[in-house]
T-cell receptor
């Protein structure tokens, strides 16, 4: 079945450092890929998405590129802020089907 | 739109009691998902509906859990009887299939504590 694998956390960075959170997936078809973010005490919010190969999703300085050849969708940000501290979830969805989430990666940014 | 609305936000109940969690999806959305989140197990899909019909309930942990969607604007997740290990945050999410493979929108969650 479909699955998503994320790098384990927590990831601890200093403010203005470069961020990469790795995500790889297994799917039978051609899924859409997503990154969600969860701030403490809140629900999951969509951060960015990509619906086909080579698409780049971007939002709030975060980027991720849909790489079909490596089945990856790594999240990057050039300069993190303390306010980016949250849990980040990679997810996929095939047509007419459920969302499949990775385990989540905790990001902690220190000032 | 107000987004996905869940109630209550917090619920504390005693072991053995019945608990009902409620969800109002975004108007026009035809998929509804119930997830459970714990530190140990992360985010787990319990059940999801399409056009009010349950499609996959394989994630429902036990017969003590049941979910219904009597109409397009309301769903419930019931636990009877509740146990301390059911303590978790329960999320409802909805999505629209019209654009295919779309994202889901999450509610704020219900934090359930069973003592």
């Amino acid at each position: 079945g479909d699955s998503v694998t994320q790098m384990e956390g927590p990831v601890t960075l200093s403010e203005e450092a470069f961020l990469t959170i790795n995500c790889t997936y297994t799917a039978t078809g051609y899924p859409s890929l997503f990154w969600y973010v969860q701030y403490p005490g809140e629900g999951l919010q969509l951060l960015l998405k990509a619906t086909k190969a080579d698409d780049k999703g971007s939002n709030k300085g975060f980027e991720a590129t849909y790489r079909k050849e490596t089945t990856s969708f790594h999240l990057e940000k050039g300069s993190v802020q303390v306010s980016d501290s949250a849990v980040y979830f990679c997810a996929l969805r095939e047509y007419g089907n459920k969302l499949v989430f990775g385990a989540g990666t905790i990001l902690r940014v220190k000032s | 739109d107000a987004g996905v609305i869940q109630s209550p936000r917090h619920e504390v109940t005693e072991m053995g009691q019945e608990v009902t969690l409620r969800c109002k999806p975004i108007s026009g959305h035809d998929y509804l998902f119930w997830y459970r989140q714990t530190m140990m197990r992360g985010l787990e899909l319990l059940i999801y509906f399409n056009n009010n019909v349950p499609i996959d309930d394989s994630g429902m942990p036990e017969d003590r859990f049941s979910a219904k969607m009597p109409n397009a604007s309301f769903s419930t997740l019931k636990i009877q009887p509740s146990e301390p290990r059911d303590s978790a945050v329960y999320f409802c999410a909805s999505s629209y299939s019209g654009q295919r493979r779309t994202e889901a929108f999450f509610g704020q969650g219900t934090r359930l504590t069973v003592v």
